[in-house]
């Protein structure tokens, strides 16, 4: 099943997929055992479950199409079933969680929702029900979530702390409110005395008795402990708290902790006066850029014309290829001081070395250095950015066993140095091929980021495209001609609701082209997008520009192609033609039956040959064995003689 991003974050999850007429059964008494788990170590735990509609609501539908929602009376019954027994095993609270209650709804959803939440009403016996709702405001569904039949609501006073007046206007007498008033998505620590300052007046309308205190959202999104942090900076590490430091600020508010309260107002102005946070020359910087910086010399189709000469459907990588024990050991023995940087570095070209052969033996013809220098997509270029800071034990999950550390934005962001130049010039130096220059994008290393929360996201991602852009102007005056910026997160950073979508794709795709528009005519630039819904933004994908773009399309059963049916995209684009995330070898045949269905939508000289993402996690005897077919469908796909492009 496909894998997509949840919300706005960069965590990852399985996405349902349901048939018309689907049946749904209790397969799992996983709730009730794990909550008498915790009744059994003396915890009275309560039990999260996703809310039925916003499990519908994020499903895809299989077959004919169909309105999800039909499935809703088949589902409830099951969730009744699950209720009770939890009922049974003794739990008190259930919360269930319908973020998507927190988006745009129609009218026949909210009715659902109603229609749902009484169902459940009527089988959860002594059970008491929080809905619980997150990401943003409830907005013009504040009535139908004030209506349903629970005893409690959480709603985030973090990124909606505007909604409260509205709620407390019409809140049910003896219901709970759940106050997020902690930010579950962000490092920073809270302004205690503005959070107390929302509880207080939240509580004078529904009563302390039922108020509760909590995070804005799961903490599943911040790092765990900042106390295993034992080389960040005192003066940063001041401004921070990861989900346990979140836990104790909470218990603080919770309990009236004036001296709690008092040294978070400090942490607050020291960290609004600090003046490693601000850059006068990077913000003037920023603050003369005009759209003439955004715009490429000339229009895709003059451009094509003085760049690569290249066979019909040209193959290529994403980027990286597998990150083996022994690219992770020498890291580490850099890491610690068992490797010197020059050992290391020629650990690096022999990696490099081999790679490029590989390539070349298997017939790519737009080859990559393979990224084995890289420890993170993101956390690479953060470490060679002034205004990043990082973490020893700041991982968060991505999806599975997948984590990652993200950076910590805290100041005005500049590239003191070049920071790929020297493994892409000496790969280049290995092959007459041509090889790419792999940057990530300025909205990917924003989105990927814990982020300063005190100017606008748009000016942060202002400064990291300009950052950026000077990397790739010096990889062209270093012989690269083929630059890949990535930018696989640009979709997930769309707002929740699509009247705000207009004004943050006007900046982000802004500063993506601020970050590319330096270069010549004839430098190629490619941008790489995975695993977000993309036929949403199609046309905006458009305006940034690129001469190539690869995209996920494998794992997501070739919707993207669905969506190029309404919409001809004119510049060149490699829709990915096997799923990278799993070990089976696709075969020839496969690959250039994926190819040939591209063909209905798009003409055979925009289409480029690739996986649906980077190599990194996979063996190596896979991935050359997924090449190599891979280039020889490629192949069979030319066989007609026309000419290169």
């Given amino acids: 099943m496909e894998m997509t991003k949840w919300f706005d974050t960069n965590y ?12 749904f059964r209790m397969a799992s008494a996983k709730p009730a055992n794990e909550y008498r788990e915790a009744k059994a170590a003396g915890i009275d735990a309560t039990t999260v479950l996703i809310g039925p509609l916003t499990f519908l609501l994020l499903a895809k539908t299989r077959g004919a199409a169909f309105d999800r929602l039909s499935l809703l009376d088949a589902l409830l019954p099951v969730y009744g079933d699950v209720l009770e027994s939890l009922a049974a095993a003794g739990a008190t609270w259930v919360q269930l969680d319908e973020p998507c209650l927190a988006l745009d709804r129609s009218d026949a959803e909210r009715a659902a929702y109603r229609r749902a939440y009484q169902v459940l009403a009527s089988r959860a016996g002594k059970l008491r029900l929080l809905v619980a709702t997150y990401f943003a405001g409830l907005g013009e569904n504040v009535d139908t979530a004030l209506g349903l039949p629970v005893h409690g609501l959480h709603v985030d006073l973090v990124r909606a702390p505007h909604q409260l007046d509205r709620l407390l206007a019409k809140w049910p007498k003896g219901r709970v409110l759940s106050a997020g008033v902690i930010d579950g998505r962000n490092v920073w620590r809270a302004d205690l005395a503005k959070a107390r300052a929302l509880l207080d007046r939240a509580a004078k309308t529904v009563g302390k008795d039922q108020l509760w205190v909590a995070p804005s959202c ?13 080389k960040l900076d005192p003066e940063l590490k001041g401004w921070l708290a990861f989900a346990k430091q979140k836990l104790q600020e909470v218990m603080a508010l919770a309990k009236g902790d004036r001296a709690a309260v008092e040294a978070s107002s400090r942490a607050a102005q020291s960290r609004a006066t600090s003046r490693r946070i601000h850059n006068a020359a990077v913000q003037r910087r920023a603050a003369s850029v005009t759209e003439k910086d955004r715009v490429r010399g000339a229009a895709f189709e003059v451009r094509r014309q003085s760049q690569l000469e290249l066979p019909r459907y040209p193959t290529t990588t994403i980027g990286s290829f597998p990150q083996t024990s022994e690219v992770r050991a020498a890291r580490r023995k850099l890491n610690d001081n068992q490797l010197s940087a020059g050992e290391y570095e020629q650990f690096i070209e022999a990696q490099i070395g081999r790679t490029i052969k590989l390539q070349e033996e298997i017939g790519l013809d737009v080859l990559v250095h393979g990224e084995f220098e890289r420890n993170d997509m993101v956390e690479y270029f953060g470490e060679q950015l002034a205004g990043f800071a990082f973490t020893e034990h700041g991982w968060v999950q991505s999806y599975g066993t997948r984590y990652v550390k993200p950076p910590i934005i805290f100041g005005d962001v500049s590239r003191p140095g070049a920071m790929t130049v020297r493994w892409s010039k000496y790969a280049q130096s290995l ?13 990917t290393i924003l989105q990927w980021s814990f982020v300063r929360d005190d100017q606008p996201r748009a000016e942060t991602a202002k400064q990291i495209a300009l950052a950026i852009r000077d990397e790739v102007i010096d990889l062209e005056a270093a012989g690269i001609r083929v630059i890949q910026i990535d930018e696989p997160a640009l979709r997930e950073g769309l707002p929740l609701r699509r009247g705000e979508w207009a004004g943050y794709l006007q900046w982000a795709v802004d500063a993506f082209r601020l970050a590319t528009a330096g270069v010549r005519d004839g430098t190629q630039i490619h941008t790489h997008m995975c ?9 905006v994908i458009e305006r940034m520009d690129a001469d190539v773009i690869s995209i996920e399309n494998a794992r997501s059963g070739s919707e993207l192609l669905q969506g190029l049916e309404q919409y001809k995209y004119p510049n060149e684009i490699g829709p990915g033609v096997y799923d990278i995330h799993s070990p089976r070898v696709p075969s020839t045949a496969e690959i250039a039956g994926a190819l040939k269905s591209m063909t209905r939508v798009l003409d055979d000289a925009q289409i480029w040959v690739n996986p649906d993402c980077g190599l990194k996690t996979r063996g190596w005897e896979e991935t050359l064995a997924a090449l190599k077919n891979m280039v020889a469908a490629a192949k069979a796909m030319r066989e007609n003689g026309a000419p290169p492009r």
């Fill in 531 to 539: 695993y977000s819904e993309f036929n949403d933004v199609l046309r």
């Fill in 12 to 23: 990852h999850y399985i996405v349902p997929e349901l048939e018309r007429g689907q049946r």
């Fill in 218 to 230: 799961s903490l599943l999104h911040t790092p765990l402990d900042l106390d295993l942090e034992t």
């Fill in 431 to 443: 092959t007459e091929r041509p090889v790419k220059g792999m940057l990530t994008g300025p909205v």
